[in-house]
C-alpha cells in the first residue's frame, strides 16, 4: 500500500511543496494520453483517506470517483492531456512526458519535488525521483493516479457520444474485441491514434 515516506524524504513536512505526478491512457487506440499533478497537503490528510489511495487500476470506478473529489479537498491539483493527433505527431512516450509537463504548469504553484511514476524524467525542473509502481508505492502518486484516470474516463464518455459506436464509454478506447470490430465495420475516426499499427494497418493495410 502506499504511504507518505517518499514525499517526508523530499521534505513535505518542512515546507517543502513536493508534487505526485501519474499518467493514464498510454495503451488505448483512441482518445488523449492525460496527467494529473497533486500536491496533498499531509498534515490534514484524515485516516480514511491515506488508508483509500492506491494505483488506481485496483480500485472500481465507482471508488475513484468518490476518491477523487475527496482528494481535491487536500490537496492542490491539476489535470492536463496529449490529444490523439499529438500522440502520433510526437510518440506515446513524449506525449506521455508533455502531459505531465503540462499537468504541473496548471498548478498555479511551483513545485520544490517531484515523485514521477516510472523511469523517465518528465523534464518538471525541478528535484524529483522517479519510481516504478510509484502509484503502488506513494500516496501523492496514488492520488494522481486516480485523478488522472477519473478525468480521462469522463472524457472518453463525451467522446464516445460524439463518436458512438466504439463502445468508448465501457472500453475508454482500449483495444477490446467490442472496439476492434467497431473499427472494421466503422474505420478510425478523427481521436483514433493513426500511428498504433491496428489503426495504421486500416490505413494502409499492405505496409
Not at 139 to 146: D, K, N, R, T, V
Request: proline content about 7%; charged content about 25%.
Amino acid at each position: 500500500m502506499p504511504d507518505d515516506s517518499f514525499e517526508i524524504q523530499m521534505g513535505a513536512l518542512d515546507g517543502r511543496l513536493i508534487v505526485g505526478v501519474d499518467e493514464v491512457g498510454r495503451g488505448p487506440l483512441a482518445g488523449p494520453v492525460t496527467a494529473a499533478a497533486v500536491i496533498l497537503d499531509l498534515p490534514r490528510l484524515p485516516p480514511w483517506l491515506r488508508e483509500a489511495l492506491d494505483d488506481s487500476k485496483v480500485l472500481p470506478h465507482p471508488r475513484r470517483v468518490e476518491l477523487a473529489t475527496a482528494v481535491k479537498d487536500y490537496a492542490v491539483t491539476a489535470v492536463a492531456s496529449c490529444t490523439a493527433a499529438e500522440v502520433d505527431e510526437l510518440n506515446i512516450l513524449q506525449a506521455s512526458l508533455l502531459a505531465m509537463r503540462r499537468a504541473v504548469a496548471g498548478l498555479g504553484v511551483v513545485p520544490d519535488g517531484a515523485l514521477v511514476d516510472g523511469l523517465q524524467d518528465p523534464g518538471l525542473g525541478c528535484e524529483h525521483r522517479c519510481l516504478v509502481g510509484g502509484d503502488g508505492l506513494c500516496l501523492s502518486i496514488a492520488a494522481a493516479s486516480i485523478i488522472a484516470k477519473v478525468s480521462r474516463d469522463e472524457h472518453m464518455d463525451e467522446l464516445s457520444e460524439d463518436y458512438p459506436g466504439y463502445g468508448w464509454e465501457r472500453n475508454r478506447g482500449y483495444a477490446t474485441p467490442e472496439h476492434r470490430r467497431a473499427l472494421q465495420d466503422l474505420g478510425p475516426c478523427l481521436e483514433h491514434r493513426r500511428s498504433f499499427s491496428p489503426i495504421r494497418q486500416l490505413f494502409l493495410p499492405n505496409i
